[in-house]
T-cell receptor
Framework: DAKTTQPNSMESNEEEPVHLPCNHS???????IHWYRQLPSQGPEYVIH???SNVNNRMASLAIAEDRKSSTLILHRATLRDAAVYYC?????????????FGTGTRLKVLA | NAGVMQNPRHLVRRRGQEARLRCSPM?????VYWYRQLPEEGLKFMVY????????ESGMPKERFSAEFPKEGPSILRIQQVVRGDSAAYFC???????????????FGPGTRLTVL
């Protein structure tokens, strides 16, 4: 079963910021939160990850709630190329293999 | 540094044939995961391998599916006697060893899209 909950879809206007939320209420204390995105007919692309503190990179920012039960991926200025399915992922920490458990993700539509 | 490579990108098989999917991990990576994605769904874990070892195959169907990651060469996902329900996109991901404190970030290939006629 997926360990994360995301809205099925969101829309944004081009050049505006986008906030993509994710709930992960069962997160363990040592688990990282990973975000990937998948463009049509491509493999998932790494976006960002974090543990407790907010994180920034050239692609996005990740804001993590103080209790770590939720996080938000922030795209500062959406472009048409950002239209994709965004996955918030936790790993399976019970088996020792740390495989990713994907939910259904959020399909982001960017309007010109 | 080349990314994860998969081939073929598209594979068409008739029912009953065998499908072989190949994955070359990123340079220096010795861990490979295979995932399957049905249309409009998220990826589902199938198997996790390290060089010459299957570590976790809990997501693999019990019959017809097998995987290997030999000491030399790519990882192979093999599907025998394919059926229409095997039609899907198959992705592999690789990671390096980052130790107990590592994030285990996985890097995905472009996928192989299998169509069973």
């Amino acid at each position: 079963d997926a360990k994360t909950t995301q809205p099925n879809s969101m829309e944004s206007n081009e050049e505006e910021p986008v906030h993509l939320p994710c709930n992960h209420s069962t997160i363990s204390g040592t688990d990282y939160i990973h975000w990937y995105r998948q463009l049509p007919s491509q493999g998932p692309e790494y976006v960002i990850h974090g543990l407790t503190s907010n994180v920034n990179n050239r692609m996005a920012s990740l804001a993590i709630a103080e209790d770590r039960k939720s996080s938000t991926l922030i795209l500062h200025r959406a472009t048409l190329r950002d239209a994709a399915v965004y996955y918030c992922i936790l790993r399976d920490t019970t088996s020792g293999t740390y495989k990713y458990i994907f939910g259904t993700g959020t399909r982001l539509k960017v309007l010109a | 540094n080349a990314g994860v490579m998969q081939n073929p990108r598209h594979l068409v098989r008739r029912r009953g044939q065998e499908a072989r999917l190949r994955c070359s991990p990123m340079k220096g990576h010795s861990h490979v995961y295979w995932y399957r994605q049905l249309p409009e769904e998220g990826l589902k874990f199938m198997v996790y391998l390290q060089k010459e070892n299957i570590i976790d195959e809990s997501g693999m169907p019990k019959e017809r599916f097998s995987a290997e990651f030999p000491k030399e060469g790519p990882s192979i996902l093999r599907i025998q006697q394919v059926v229409r329900g095997d039609s899907a996109a198959y992705f592999c991901a690789s990671k390096g060893f980052e130790g107990l404190a590592g994030t285990d970030t996985q890097y995905f290939g472009p996928g192989t899209r299998l169509t069973v006629l």
